[in-house]
Nanobody, 121 residues
Framework: QVQLVESGGGLVQAGGSLRLSCAAS????????MGWYRQAPGKQRELVAS????????NYADSVKGRFTISKDNAKNTVYLQMNSLKPEDTAVYYC??????????????WGQGTQVTVSS
């Protein structure tokens, strides 16, 4: 069994910062690509940022480029999302996502439970 647990969401004023964390635990052999998605009320879930296994390559949605930074700590099986210069339109539930190879060598896609980020104007 594999779990992704997010933390770090909350309420912040526009222009502020938050750091989200997502820790993977369980029967993990290796973790491939990890990413953060978000879903605002009435909207579809969208990719915010992703990072490759080695951390050498990252990808960002145009709306967050220059403001958000994704990083990972392979030793801790954890991915982070540093969010700076937050805007009210960043308000959403943020979800962690990962492709994980378990101890039985199966590769599956996992989602975290989500963490609420609310940016007030």
């Amino acid at each position: 069994q594999v779990q992704l647990v997010e933390s770090g969401g909350g309420l912040v004023q526009a222009g502020g910062s938050l750091r989200l964390s997502c820790a993977a635990s369980g029967s993990i052999f290796s973790i491939n690509q990890m990413g953060w998605y978000r879903q605002a009320p009435g909207k579809q879930r969208e990719l915010v940022a992703s990072i490759t296994t080695s951390g050498s390559s990252t990808n960002y949605a145009d709306s967050v480029k220059g403001r958000f930074t994704i990083s990972k700590d392979n030793a801790k099986n954890t991915v982070y999302l540093q969010m700076n210069s937050l805007k009210p339109e960043d308000t959403a539930v943020y979800y962690c996502n990962a492709d994980i190879r378990d101890l039985f060598m199966g590769i599956y896609n996992y989602w975290g439970q989500g963490t609420q980020v609310t940016v007030s104007s």
